[in-house]
């Protein structure tokens, strides 16, 4: 299927490893020229390379810490035109609730939340301009069913949830989309680094752990595993292409059946 993506401008936050690279990846083999984000010149740089060996694709590079406001408009003002915004950074931390200081609160907001968010003001009124758009938040299942072992992570995706379906919402008849992603349980460079720390310390094998997880942390999974990026990255390919005009204001799945409900 062609997605119609040839010369889009794509711009992927924390697209350096994971499922933001997985995204990059699908959207550049596609024809789009994707914008490759990451905190460091040389993450960056790695990065790119390998992305155009492996799909001869177009893309171009901004080093920088997105939650920060300056940085963002700086990356605004070297690309004024993207089209489609992937809305992908993110950090995630195991800790029970009565250990996460009022500091850890806020900076999950800041990285989670108000990075897409300041990304998306800045760059809808050119979105408008040109009648077309793609805006799309990666949140998680853990925006629906909020996870014991990390609540400030689960309210950081709720959230993103609410302002992807206003914004939706504020841009209804036009051109431009809003929706956001739900992942699951995903078998990106954060979990394999944190099962790898596990594993140091337990001595389990990384489908032990898998085995156990899904047997007690997620039990309500379908599939009984990790996703992989690139399964997420197939679904964010599609509504970010000119194929899925019509799904907006829409939390997407990707979750393995892990939420349990049809809908």
């Known amino acids: 299927m062609d997605l119609q993506l040839t010369d889009k401008l794509a711009l992927v936050t924390g697209s350096t490893a994971g499922i933001g690279y997985a995204i990059a990846h699908t959207l550049a083999a596609e024809g789009a020229t994707v914008i490759v984000n990451g905190r460091s010149q040389n993450a960056v740089d790695d990065a790119i390379t390998k992305l155009q060996a492996e799909t001869k694709g177009r893309l171009l590079g901004f080093a920088g810490d997105l939650s920060k406001a300056e940085v963002a ?65 990666i949140s998680s299942e853990s925006a629906v069913q909020i996870p014991a072992e990390m609540i400030h992570y689960g309210m950081t995706k709720t959230a993103q949830l609410a302002i992807s379906r206003g914004l939706a919402e504020s841009v209804a008849g036009t051109g431009i989309t809003v929706n956001s992603i739900l992942p699951g349980p995903t078998k990106s460079r954060g979990v394999i680094d944190f099962v790898e720390a596990i594993s140091s310390t337990e001595h389990k094998s990384f489908n032990d752990f898998e085995t156990e997880f899904f047997q007690t942390v997620r039990p309500s999974s379908l599939i009984k595993r990790f996703a992989t990026p690139e399964e997420v990255a197939s679904m964010v390919a599609y509504v970010a292409s000119p194929l899925a005009s019509a799904t907006t204001g829409a939390a997407l799945r990707v979750d393995g059946g892990t939420i349990k409900s049809a809908f």
């Open 73 to 137: 408009e700086a990356l605004v003002e070297r690309f004024p035109k993207v089209e489609i915004l992937i809305n992908n950074l993110g950090i995630f931390e195991p800790v029970a609730f009565e250990d996460i200081p009022d500091t850890d609160w806020l900076r999950f907001f800041e990285i989670n939340v108000l990075s897409g968010v300041r990304l998306s003001r800045l760059y809808l009124p050119a979105m408008k301009a040109a009648d077309w758009g793609r805006i799309i938040f």
